[in-house]
């Protein structure tokens, strides 16, 4: 009897259980070449390491860098066969960072670049938290300063990472002050007095006031008067080395309190000579703070106050707006000559100016 060997009909398959090879982690390969009679013998080898069954073969292995082959042997009656196959070792990341053109400033476009890093050429998968973005790149189209120091995080990991690897990262945006001031600040004549005048802001600011004249410390003490009443400036600046410097500034309207202080200019004479039928307008000016009452009375006994006007009056003779009052006497006749008196009062004080009418034929010329 004749004894006839076939030799596999199979091709040799040589693959890797998973189909990745990722460094220091154990892999198995698997090698097979079957159909052959007698069965073929199949020799498996790696590095050191090496296992023989028939027609199929598989070995357990932890992969190192230096070795980036693996071969297969295929020995039969009617024929000899090999395989070898060259392995791509992967790497997980070993570290992360993430770079950014900080500080950044307020309205500008923001990229933060996150990068996983090894020795070794690899693709990595990306992901951000909060945001959930799956990009190398963050990219925040218009930085405002409520971005400032919130974290965000990359995670960075490959087909070989066991776990994801993650860097934190603190935006840094840059912004002009925020200024903390009163509009108006109200104070008693000479009165010590320190202005609020704060700010807070991205780097941190310097804070000063200023008026026309002087420039002072935020905490200075200062004292105010009739003479040097005057709009006080909140000037704040931030200095950045990449951004400039980054200003701010605050009026502040110092007002004294006060009672009623008379102007020199835009009023009449005080006394007026007069014939009958003529008209009169008694005019005069003034500043005071807090508002005072105005008052007008003749010989005593007061006129109703829809016979005179009180108007605004803005002239530089006083630090802020004013007012004037006038009474205005048409017709004149016995019963308008007399003394008239006008009463302005506040909570501070009161002050009076006296007017005088007579008839021209009664009384000298002023």
């Known amino acids: 009897m004749v004894e006839v060997s076939d030799s596999p009909e199979d091709s040799m398959i040589l693959d890797v259980s998973g189909g990745k090879v990722c460094v220091d982690t154990p892999t198995k390969f698997h090698c097979s070449w079957k159909g052959g009679n007698p069965p073929a013998s199949v020799t498996l080898k790696y590095e050191k390491y090496s296992n023989t069954s028939k027609e199929e073969v598989e070995i357990n292995v932890i992969p190192s860098k230096s070795h980036q082959t693996v071969k297969c042997l295929g020995i039969h009656i009617a024929a000899n066969v090999s395989r070898e196959k060259n392995l791509t070792i992967h790497y997980p990341p070993k570290t992360i960072e993430i770079k950014a053109d900080e500080p950044f400033l307020e309205g500008d476009k923001g990229i933060l670049h996150c990068k996983a ?11 951000w938290d909060p945001s959930n973005k799956t990009s190398q790149n963050f990219t925040f189209p218009q930085l405002n300063r409520t971005h400032n120091n919130e974290v965000y995080t990359c995670y960075a990991s490959n087909k070989c990472s066991k776990r994801e690897l993650h860097k934190r990262h603190w935006i840094n945006v840059e912004y002009p002050p925020d200024i903390t001031a009163p509009e108006n600040v109200t104070l008693f004549e000479n009165q010590a007095s320190i202005i609020d005048c704060n700010a807070k802001g991205n780097p941190t600011p310097e804070v000063w006031l200023e008026d026309e004249n002087r420039t002072f410390l935020s905490n200075s003490i200062l004292t105010f008067n009739r003479k040097n009443i005057s709009r006080v400036s909140c000037t704040v600046i931030a200095k950045s080395e990449r951004n400039g410097n980054l200003t ?21 004479p005080k006394k007026r000579n007069v014939s ?5 307008i008694f005019k005069q000016c003034f500043y005071s703070h807090p508002k005072s009452d105005v008052k007008w009375q003749k010989n005593e006994e007061s006129i109703d106050s829809n016979k005179y006007l009180i108007t605004d009056y803005l002239q530089d003779e006083f630090p802020f707006k004013g007012s004037c009052t006038s009474l205005k006497i048409e017709d004149i006749k016995d019963d308008a000559i007399g003394t008239y008196t006008l009463t302005v009062e506040n909570s501070i004080g009161k002050e009076t100016v006296v007017f005088t009418l007579r008839y021209k034929n009664t009384l ?3």
């Open 117 to 127: 890093i090894n020795e070794y050429p690899e693709k990595y998968s990306y992901r």
């Open 364 to 366: 000298s010329p002023n």
């Open 248 to 268: 701010a500034r605050k009026e502040i309207n110092i007002l004294l309190k006060l009672k009623a202080m008379f102007s020199s200019g835009s009023n009449g």
């Open 276 to 280: 009958n039928g003529e008209t009169v």
